[in-house]
């Protein structure tokens, strides 16, 4: 396992991220905690000591079942990182009850990392207002011990992303972005890594792999890749081009099963940083594939939790996706099919309430009724 250094922690390069945990039937509020704690068991065994959750991943059922994983382990053999969920405007004011439930969920004393959770657009006002006491709080924890580490994630702008800086960068010690190749120019993740560089704090990757979709090129892509290191799978090209970047400390991946955990341990056994030729193949790659994204929706589902009709969205804009990616076919109107009339798009009441609390900013209900359109 790859290590980074941080402050006067040896942290592993891979993280586990547990927002895409494995479920049973489908259903993302049950997760399948045997097949949890052997990942788990296995990352362990394998060097991981980077472990992610969050208050509204798997329906709040994540930190639950990390917490039961990670009891069978010494406390000092981990570090446990959880998150404020300000990406509900509803939770603002509620710090002190929600991060107390937090420990107990997890079953632990105390976090070794605490994030302020998906600055955006939507709550940076909220976050910034002192009323709220947010960062009084977490302050006051992290003197008290209970929080070792305190930092923040981002989906926000660059410039929702320096606002934020500019009031409590002083209180930063690390923070999360999403970064990959498709998002270096796409979202313009350069831009935020060289303002973190500025403020000199380090960087924590979500997203690695943009939700499976750089796990699966277009074969012409793929082909591309495999002339240069023939081998390299695909995903681990997403990897590779992270270790190439120096800020990176921890890389944060949502393996949803055991086989994706041991390929992506077996990248991390060892740095290969790309030269300037394959970082060049890759961001031509990203620039050809982004012309044909419709939507950049990463099936985070912090949409689903707020819908009134209770549309499963993220499948919905995937099929979306997909029907605008190929002009139309067959695929979408299939899968559209098994599903009853009350879950499909034209059941959409365009209330926003998804929009609210998405990270990418998705007119979802505007893509819904195109959607609609284009099926007729």
């Not at 009709?309 to 029907?323: A, G, T, V, W």
Request: proline letters at 5%; one cysteine or more; aromatic letters at 12%.
């Amino acid at each position: 396992m790859i290590y980074k250094e941080f402050q006067d922690l040896k942290l592993s390069g891979l993280g586990m991220g547990t927002m895409r945990l494995p479920v049973i039937n489908n259903e993302n509020g049950k997760i399948d905690e045997e097949e949890t704690q052997r990942m788990v068991a296995y990352a362990m065994e394998h060097g991981v000591n980077y472990y992610d959750t969050a208050w509204g991943y798997h329906e709040g059922q994540s930190e639950v079942a990390m917490g039961k994983a990670l009891r069978a382990y010494p406390r000092e053999s981990y570090y446990l990182a959880d998150k404020f969920p300000g990406y509900d405007l509803a939770n603002m004011g509620h710090v002190e009850e929600i991060f107390e439930e937090q420990l107990k969920k997890c079953g632990v004393e105390y976090f070794d990392f605490y994030l302020i959770h998906n600055v955006c657009e939507m709550n940076i006002d909220a976050y910034l207002d002192e009323t709220y006491g947010t960062m009084e709080y977490l302050l006051r924890q992290k003197q008290n011990g209970r929080i070792h580490y305190l930092g923040f994630s981002v989906h926000g702008s660059y410039d929702v992303t320096k606002r934020f800086l500019e009031a409590y960068g002083k209180y930063m010690e690390f923070c999360q972005i999403q970064l990959n190749y498709i998002d270096w120019d796409f979202q313009d993740a350069k831009a935020k890594l060289k303002l973190l560089e500025e403020y000199r704090i380090p960087v924590w990757v979500m997203e690695p792999l943009r939700g499976g979709k750089l796990a699966n090129l277009p074969a012409g892509a793929a082909e591309a890749l495999r002339a240069l290191r023939p081998e390299e799978s695909v995903p681990a090209w997403a990897f590779r081009f992270l270790q190439t970047i120096p800020n990176v400390t921890v890389v944060l991946s949502g393996m949803s099963n055991f086989e994706q955990m041991q390929a992506n341990i077996r990248t991390y056994e060892e740095e290969k940083p790309l030269n300037e030729a394959e970082f060049g193949e890759l961001l031509k790659i990203a620039g050809e594939m982004v012309q044909q994204i419709a939507l950049p929706c990463t099936a985070c589902r912090y949409c689903t939790s707020h819908c009134p009709q209770q549309l499963d969205i993220p499948s919905l804009l995937s099929l979306y996706n997909e029907h605008c990616f190929t002009g139309g076919g067959f695929f979408a109107p299939m899968a559209l099919s098994a599903l009853p009339e009350d879950k499909q798009p034209g059941a959409c009441i365009g209330c926003g309430s998804c929009e609210a609390v998405c990270p990418q900013q998705i007119k979802i209900s505007e893509a819904m009724a195109d959607f609609v359109e284009k099926l007729k």
